[in-house]
């Protein structure tokens, strides 16, 4: 079953009724399992265009596979993602310099590129898990806030507007995943 969770006036609750989430005020949106069948689960539900319209209008953080989800198109399937942001979801290659195994799993430093409110008392380099096998790959630098090197250099934190999203798992890294959801609540646009 699809899970999202919104944040309406300090309140939050899970749901996949769409008219709740049109009327909530931020939005968290993890996705599940593969991007093919998050799409599928997402048209069959009538989620996919509620929130690629409320990604548009309030505050929206995408964690893992909500990163991969804004962006065109993904290798994962040859499918296409909501398109609110340029590029590509690529999967990691296993013929780089150093070996690595796929999928990224635990914990690795996140290199803040720019600024941004949801980097609030948390310093660049800070470790955060991972846990996946496809990233984002974008020609607009200026949406890259984080990066990480894993076999290579890939961003793991982008943000445009009203939009963050990590390629990483804030609520599974500690104290610092802790302080990154806490900054979103209290993100104001």
């Known amino acids: 079953m699809l899970l999202i969770l919104f944040l309406p006036k300090k309140k939050s609750f899970v749901t996949n009724d769409p008219d709740k989430v049109l009327k909530a005020d931020k939005i968290i949106f993890p ?64 013929d780089y310099k150093e070996r690595i195994k796929i999928p990224h799993m635990g914990w690795n430093s996140v290199i803040q590129s720019n600024t941004h409110p949801m980097w609030r008392n948390i310093k660049s380099g800070s470790k955060f898990y991972f846990v996946h096998s496809y990233f984002a790959q974008t020609s607009d630098e200026r949406l890259v806030v984080g990066h990480t090197e ?7 934190a982008v943000a445009r507007d009203n939009i963050f999203a990590c390629q990483f798992h ?5 104290a610092i995943g802790l302080q990154l959801l806490e900054n979103f609540i209290s993100w104001e646009m």
Do not use: H
Request: net charge neutral.
């Open 31 to 94: 996705g599940q399992g593969a991007m093919p069948g998050c799409v599928e689960e997402l048209d069959k539900r009538g989620l996919k265009e509620v929130l690629i319209e409320s990604a548009k209008q309030k505050p929206f953080l995408g964690i893992c596979l909500g990163l991969q989800m804004l962006f065109e198109i993904s290798d994962e399937g040859n499918q296409k993602g909501f398109g609110l942001l340029p590029g590509k979801v690529i999967k990691f290659k296993s």
């Open 150 to 156: 894993y076999g290579d250099n890939f961003a793991s």
């Open 170 to 174: 804030p609520e599974k890294s500690a």
